[in-house]
């Protein structure tokens, strides 16, 4: 996208960690980077400190504190968007690998106490199998506690008869990543589902998007894949746009525009706009 000046935040680690980051920094061909996380982190790149150049853009996705320091922000800084708390829906018939089902479920379940896991699954013979294979990766689980609540409070399981019936719960949720594993792939048009990430195929998952497979990690969430998309190379360009007027141009069809446009500004009641437009249309009939 040709940005000059990049800056890259991330919370205080242990030593293996920060190398790491440092070292993604330099492939990246990052100049600048600041150990520092959470709601102060923006607050200091959005208003700029002794230490913290000042940006004109945020991007990442966060907490929550992060996230509502975001939204708070925007307007001083520009942001890519709004996510969180994380999601997943995994569509399934009875082809799927439960103990993959399972696995990616509780992956999802672990980011936070109000992440969202939805299982649709088609057809029978499969939630049994799913529930077992949970039960025994759950008490393996180091974190638990946090995926065991956001499994109780914030996820649902649903039957259906057929892909179809899967396809308009999934449009009416418009889940941040989607997970479809059924039998015949060809079954599946990719245009009907509204989700932020789409992952296919049965060895397929939501984790890969989440580090090395090319997906954007930053990926609407709260059901508004209806209204945007991931972060992408767009949301680090801006556009202008712009009009010439040349001197030797049309006086008849600029007389049209300037008369229809004083109409409007004078409907509008803005009749400086209007005198600044007929200043040139008597400038246009004298000549």
Do not use: W
């Amino acid at each position: 996208a040709g940005v000059e000046e990049i800056l890259v935040s991330f919370p205080p680690s242990n030593k293996e960690v920060t190398n790491l980051m440092l070292a993604s920094c330099h492939i990246g061909e990052v100049k600048e980077a600041i150990s520092i996380g959470g709601a102060h982190s923006i607050a200091a790149m959005a208003f700029g400190t002794n230490s913290v150049k000042k940006v004109d853009k945020i991007f990442g996705p966060g907490n929550k504190y992060v996230a509502e320091a975001k939204r708070q922000l925007y307007g001083i800084v520009g942001i890519d968007s709004l996510t969180g708390p994380s999601e997943v829906m995994i569509i399934a018939d009875s082809s799927a690998n439960p103990e993959y089902i399972a696995a990616d479920l509780l992956a999802q379940a672990e980011h936070g106490t109000d992440s969202s896991c939805f299982l649709i699954l088609i057809g029978e013979g499969i939630k049994e199998n799913v529930n077992e294979a949970l039960m025994d990766q759950l008490n393996k689980l180091s974190r638990s506690e946090i995926a065991k609540k956001s499994l109780k409070d914030f996820s649902f399981l649903v039957e259906v008869n057929n892909l179809s019936d899967a396809e308009k719960i999934c449009n009416l949720v418009h889940p941040e990543h989607l997970q479809i594993s059924i039998e015949n792939l060809d079954n599946i048009i990719i245009e009907n589902f509204s989700a932020g990430a789409i992952f296919i195929g049965a060895s397929n998952s939501a984790v890969f998007g989440d580090y090395c497979a090319g997906p954007s990690h930053v990926i609407p969430t709260n059901g508004a894949s209806r209204f945007s998309s991931q972060v992408s190379l767009n949301d680090f360009l801006i556009t202008s746009s712009y009009s010439i007027l040349s001197e030797n141009h049309d006086s008849k069809e600029l007389q049209k525009v300037i008369k229809n446009s004083i109409e409007i500004a004078e409907l509008e009641g803005l009749f400086a706009h209007s005198e600044a437009l007929k200043l040139r249309k008597k400038n246009i009939e004298t000549n």
